[in-house]
């Protein structure tokens, strides 16, 4: 529901509206809980909260980026489509298009005269699942 609201923009790694959410739930959360419980049990529900939102977090990205998907949601949309004009939908140079405006806005890469060049950031994340790559491709 509050996609409808922010759209999709970003504060990467999460969507403005996916913070929002998580804002909301837990005040709203907060606020009843601490009329029932004492602050042992708010803690941590407050904690199973955070690590929930988290798991839905990752697995509603996977779904969004996930071609599959996206193929029964534009079916759920046309109801009916040719496989040529489908085609025409998402060319390589749009999927391409697509994928380098997300790293712009979440500021991995810079692009300057039609040259990609990754910032070199000190964000701990990106350096994580370089190196767990890295160590399963010499697996």
């Known amino acids: 529901m509050s996609y409808l609201y922010c759209d999709q923009k970003m504060f990467y790694p999460f969507r403005i509206a996916e913070i929002y959410a998580f804002i909301i739930n837990n ?4 606020i009843v809980m601490m009329f029932f419980f004492e602050l042992k049990v708010i803690l941590l529900i407050f904690l199973l909260n955070c690590l ?6 990752h697995i509603s990205n996977m ?28 060319t390589v140079e749009d999927l391409l298009d697509h994928r380098l ?39």
């Open 27 to 30: 005040i709203f959360a907060l």
């Open 101 to 139: 405006k997300r790293f712009n806005t979440s500021k991995q890469i810079e692009i300057n005269n039609n040259i990609i060049k990754h910032k070199k950031t000190k964000g701990i994340l990106l350096n994580l699942v370089y190196y767990i790559f890295k160590l399963l491709k010499s697996l």
């Open 63 to 90: 779904i969004q980026t996930s071609p599959r998907t996206k193929i029964l949601l534009d079916l759920y949309n046309y109801k009916t489509i040719k496989t040529v004009d489908y085609l025409n939908l998402y």
């Open 52 to 57: 929930l939102f988290w798991i839905i977090y």
